[in-house]
């Protein structure tokens, strides 16, 4: 959580950028270098609780839902560093992993994280990519792997545009998980790595004459807020992860209340708060439950209406499992009450 992001602006005459070009990092046990890849088959079977200091799928920066301190992820990954950096290493465009592996079960995951670790050893994520391995051939080509059976595929990381300054570290962290942004395979997966055959690619770039035309980061302009009455305050956002210790289970849990208001120039009354919360134990993949609630009501004068929806997903063995309930009032009548249950089969996810 960062009260401030520095950052400048760069341009490209281009796409694909004349100033981005390819620094490669080999792999050996525990160690990314420019060196040649060390001859060394290292594997990773991940708790099904790794990736929870990741954050939201897709966070805004409005509310803090970006990712925290990497290294609560050191015991659940296998993580590769440099040395400290001897010279600046500045990255735009999409990072990317190619590695030889194989796997012990016929799907698996294979989640691929960067980071900037500082000095002092807090470790920043900067990019991931995550590969259902039955999907390494194309999203319609789908196909498990062979237990046991060696394969070259490359995971495309996200976008990111980054400067590594001298004396951190570039790390890369793989795990077989990466809750709760996806969901467990139905099994407990192990991954032989291929050190000797696998590697990081960086986008690398050169400054640009075109840099020094550029502005600087102005503060960030937006509309005035709506004007609003608060007549009850809300909870507002929380996020949080809680372990019992004597079941295992993990639950991680993001909440936004925002009470009531009123909006002065509509007159209109309103509440919304909902609830994201998953649930899984670590050795257990089919485990898996996420639950989404929202409830919201709107009024205004007469008119109250008031909704309640409530949305869960269960990762079982042979399918996913989903159950849906909505509730729907007009003052004190109940106009809707509806459940469903569905199930899909997995299909090698």
């Known amino acids: 959580i960062y009260d401030e992001r520095p950052g400048r602006w760069v341009a490209e005459p281009a796409w694909p ?4 070009g ?3 990092l080999n792999l050996a046990p525990h160690v990314l270098s420019e060196a040649k890849g060390a001859n060394a088959i290292l594997e990773v079977s991940s708790p099904q609780t790794a990736g929870l200091p990741s954050g939201a799928w897709c966070g805004y920066g409005v509310m803090p839902t970006l990712p925290v301190d990497q290294r609560m992820e050191e015991g659940n990954a296998l993580i590769f560093e440099t040395a400290p950096l001897t010279e600046a290493v500045e990255i735009l465009g999409f990072p990317e992993f190619e590695v030889k592996l194989s796997s012990d079960k016929p799907v698996a995951l294979l989640s691929a994280t960067l980071s900037q670790v500082f000095p002092e050893g807090a470790a920043s994520r900067i990019s991931y990519g995550i590969l259902n391995l039955s999907h390494r051939n194309d999203d319609l080509d789908i196909a498990p792997m062979v237990p046991g ?32 942004i996806v969901f467990p395979t139905a099994e407990q997966a192990t991954l032989s790595i291929h050190c000797g055959d696998s590697r990081l690619i960086l986008p690398v770039r050169a400054q640009q004459k075109l840099d020094d035309t550029l502005g600087v980061f102005l503060t960030p302009e937006s509309a005035a807020p709506m004007e609003q009455e608060v007549l009850a305050k809300g909870d507002g956002f929380q996020r949080s992860v809680s372990t019992d210790q004597v079941t295992g289970e993990t639950v991680y849990q993001v909440a936004n209340d925002g009470g009531t208001v009123r909006h002065p120039h509509t007159g209109m009354v309103l509440s919304a708060r909902h ?11 089919n485990s898996a439950v996420g639950t989404c609630t929202w409830d919201k009501s709107y009024g205004r004068g007469d008119w109250q209406v008031r909704l309640s929806v409530k949305a869960t997903v269960r990762a079982l063995r042979k399918v996913w499992r989903i159950e849906t309930h909505i509730t729907a009032h007009d003052g004190d009548e109940l106009i809707v009450d ?5 199930e899909y089969p997995r299909d090698l996810n």
Do not use: M, N, Y
Request: proline content about 7%; glycine content about 8%.
């Open 22 to 24: 390819e620094k490669v």
């Open 149 to 180: 059976q060696a394969e070259t595929v490359r995971v495309k990381l996200r976008c990111c545009g980054q400067r590594f300054e001298v004396g951190e570290r570039i790390r890369l962290a793989l795990a077989t998980s990466h809750w709760p």
């Open 338 to 342: 509806r459940s469903e249950v569905k």
């Open 17 to 20: 950028g004349p100033g981005v």
């Open 275 to 285: 609830v994201d919360r998953f649930i899984i134990h670590p050795d257990d993949p």
